[in-house]
């Protein structure tokens, strides 16, 4: 959250990448997962001011937690040793705004995005009756906690080790206009 702060501020450390690159050759010690949206505008290195190596980044439209995506971040926590997961969704979230519209307009979506955005629409469903901005932060937010729940179910490794209280999760919403990302 500090790397947050300094990002939204606009005082970001100076790194030099070079080093960090030479010292990270062999081995990799993130401190935290993040799975997010595979938008070009939520690079969680630059929202969190974190360095090469410093996150496990995990993406795909609509932050959902796919099976490969949780078996990747299954190898950042027993393998790596990655303390935390954070769930980051995003404003203006396009996957989440054709979720929306799926279900509001009927709208059809071409190749494989009914299957990708399925995952959002019960987060569409349970805002059903919001309309405009206020709907699509609504979902954005509840399809974070959707995908915090979604992860536990989906992995035993990673449910053990919160239960244990060797891995730590949350969720959060970056804003694209402020660069704040505020838990949710």
């Given amino acids: 959250m500090a790397g947050n702060g300094r990002f939204v501020d606009g005082s970001t450390l100076d790194r030099d990448h ?3 690159r ?6 990799q010690r993130p401190i935290a997962i993040v799975l997010r949206c595979s938008d070009s505008r ?18 795909v439209a609509g932050n959902i937690p796919t099976a490969e995506l949780v078996a990747s971040m299954e190898y950042a926590v027993s393998m790596l040793g990655t303390p935390l997961i954070v769930v980051m969704g995003h404003s203006g979230c396009g ?16 190749g494989g995005l009914p299957d990708l955005l399925s995952h959002i629409t019960p987060a569409a469903e349970q805002a059903r009756d919001l309309h405009g ?25 990673i449910r053990q080790a919160i239960e ?4 730590k999760i949350i ?14």
Avoid: W, Y
């Fill in 171 to 184: 969720g959060g919403v970056h804003d694209l206009a402020s660069g704040r990302f505020e838990r949710v």
């Fill in 95 to 110: 996957a989440v705004t054709a979720a929306i519209k799926t279900i509001t307009e009927k709208a059809s979506l071409p």
């Fill in 18 to 20: 070079r080093t960090t």
């Fill in 22 to 27: 030479e010292e990270l050759g062999d081995v």
């Fill in 133 to 157: 901005e206020t709907a699509v932060s609504e979902v954005i937010a509840l399809n974070v906690g959707n995908g915090i729940r979604r992860i536990m179910d989906m992995s035993q490794i």
């Fill in 42 to 59: 939520t690079s969680p290195e630059f929202v969190f001011d974190q360095g090469i190596g410093d996150l496990f980044v995990c993406a």
């Fill in 164 to 167: 244990s209280g060797q891995v």
